[in-house]
């Protein structure tokens, strides 16, 4: 049974910044690719980032492209989401994901099958 548990959620100023970290467990962790995805009130979940399972290849959306970083540490089987230069459009509860497909790097919802429960971010104008 795959796990993920995010944390690292809350409250900041608009500029300010925030790591979000996705805890795994259930299976082997590296070779899978894992997503950031988001969901505003009233608003579609969207994609946010993706990491290989290597690590080596990123994807972001265009809204957050230069201010947010993913990363991944096969280590400590978590995936990291760096977020600066926070704005109020940016809250959302945020959520990660992860395939049971190997070599591939998914960018939509859909395409992912293991998600977890959500971290709350706000962003205070």
């Known amino acids: 049974q795959v796990q993920l548990v995010e944390s690292g959620g809350g409250l900041v100023q608009a500029g300010g910044s925030l790591r979000l970290s996705c805890a795994a467990s259930?299976?082997?962790?590296?070779?899978?690719?894992m997503g950031w995805f988001r969901q505003a009130p009233g608003k579609e979940r969207e994609f946010v980032a993706a990491?290989?399972?290597?690590?080596?290849?990123?994807y972001y959306a265009a809204s957050v492209k230069g201010r947010f970083t993913i990363s991944r540490d096969n280590a400590q089987v978590t995936v990291f989401l760096q977020m600066n230069s926070l704005k109020p459009e940016d809250t959302a509860v945020y959520y990660c994901?992860?395939?049971?497909?190997?070599?591939?790097?998914?960018?939509?919802?859909?395409?992912?099958?293991?998600w977890g429960q959500g971290t709350q971010v706000t962003v205070s104008s």
């Open positions: 259930g299976r082997t962790f590296n070779p899978y690719a």
């Open positions: 990491i290989s399972g290597s690590g080596v290849n990123t």
């Open positions: 994901a992860t395939t049971k497909r190997l070599a591939v790097v998914p960018r939509t919802g859909h395409e992912y099958e293991y």
